[in-house]
């Protein structure tokens, strides 16, 4: 069964750092592009960011570019999204999500919430002071 888990949410102040992992089993991660995904209460998903299967290309949204940095470790089939300077907008749930594509689409990835095939369940990121 493939599986994505999330980890790493907690409550931080204003201006504060986490660092979100999402760990694959049941499947490698060498072959998906993965993306980060949060929702907030009452509004849609959005993207925020995602990594290529080859690591070497990487999207972010325009909200949280500068602040965070998304990052992929194939030996341990882990993607981890490091968050910094930290809002209270940044607030919500974080979802990774992974992409099969084929291998001519190696430095592909779009932060399209449809694209996304397997999804983990999600981990809450609360700023507030």
């Known amino acids: 069964q493939l599986q994505l888990v999330e980890s790493g949410g907690g409550l931080v102040q204003p201006g504060g750092s986490l660092r979100l992992s999402c760990a694959a089993s049941?499947?490698?991660?060498?072959?998906?592009?993965i993306g980060w995904f949060r929702q907030a209460p009452g509004k849609e998903r959005e993207g925020v960011s995602c990594i290529s299967s080859s690591g070497g290309r990487t999207n972010y949204a325009d909200s949280v570019k500068g602040r965070f940095t998304i990052s992929r470790d194939n030996g341990k089939n882990t993607v981890y999204l490091q968050m910094n300077s930290l809002k209270p907008e940044d607030t919500a749930i974080y979802y990774c999500?992974?992409?099969?594509?084929?291998?001519?689409?190696?430095?592909?990835?779009?932060?399209?919430?449809?694209?996304?095939?397997?999804w983990g369940q999600g981990t809450l990121v609360t700023v507030s002071s």
């Open positions: 999500a992974a992409d099969r594509l084929p291998s001519t689409f190696q430095d592909v990835c779009v932060m399209t919430v449809r694209y996304f095939e397997v």
């Open positions: 049941g499947f490698t991660l060498d072959y998906y592009a």
